[in-house]
């Protein structure tokens, strides 16, 4: 079972910042933190991942809390490109553990 | 570009007539997986690979079955398609020690309709 909870939909204006919540509440210390999105009818895409520290690349930031129970996904300036269900889902079972994907949060980006 | 190759990406089979839904690598990546989606639902994963190893999840039911006969090519093989078998199969790969280097590629998905 995933081990995440995400809200199911949320709502960002073109060009604002998108801010995703994540809980992972019963995450262990070496467990790690992932977000993917699907565009739809498109399979998965890799955003971003992270252990305990802040990561950021080319598409999104990723703001783990110091308890590691949750994290934030950003997207600095959402565009209508960026409307997709995003998966946060934390990594059980080391390095080779499987990604179990939870429901996601559907984001509709708005004109 | 590497990537992960399905074909067909539409594929219409009849009920309890055997199909198989085929995946391909360029990136040498050793693990290979594969998900079901079904509409308005997050994939599900069926099984894996790894390396030549077969990893079955739990729940994943007989009529679903997989072979991997090189690094490059996996196939999944459904041996009596029933209506509820109707979905998406996304097939993905990693490296090894995935946690360093990222996350899987998913290829683009093969929409299944069972008539």
């Known amino acids: 079972d995933a081990k995440t909870t995400q809200p199911p939909s949320m709502d960002c204006a073109e060009g604002r910042a998108a801010n995703l919540p994540c809980n992972h509440s019963?995450?262990?210390?070496?467990?790690?933190v992932y977000w993917y999105r699907q565009i739809h009818s498109q399979g998965p895409q890799y955003i971003i991942h992270?252990?305990?520290n802040n990561e950021t690349n080319e598409m999104a930031s990723l703001i783990i809390t110091e308890d590691r129970k949750s994290s934030t996904l950003i997207l600095p300036h959402a565009t209508l490109r960026d409307t997709a269900v995003y998966y946060c889902?934390?990594?059980?079972?080391?390095?080779?553990?499987?990604?179990?994907f939870g429901k996601g949060t559907k984001l509709s980006v708005k004109p | 570009d590497a990537m992960v190759i399905q074909n067909p990406r539409y594929q219409v089979t009849q009920f309890g007539k055997p199909v198989t839904l085929s995946c391909s690598q360029t990136l040498n990546h050793n693990v290979m997986y594969w998900y079901q989606q079904k509409s308005s639902q997050a994939p599900k994963l069926l099984f894996h690979y790894y390396d030549k190893d077969f990893n079955n999840e739990a729940d994943t039911p007989d009529n679903f079955q997989s072979r991997r006969p090189n690094t490059s090519f996996c196939f999944l093989d459904i041996r009596s398609p029933g209506l509820g078998d109707a979905a998406m199969y996304l097939c993905?790969?990693?490296?090894?020690?995935?946690?360093?280097?990222?996350?899987?590629?998913f290829g683009s998905g093969t929409r299944l309709t069972v008539v």
């Open positions: 993905a790969t990693s490296r090894d020690s995935l946690d360093r280097l990222g996350g899987y590629t």
């Open positions: 992270g252990l305990k």
């Open positions: 889902i934390v990594r059980v079972g080391g390095s080779q553990g499987n990604l179990i």
């Open positions: 019963t995450i262990s210390g070496n467990e790690y």
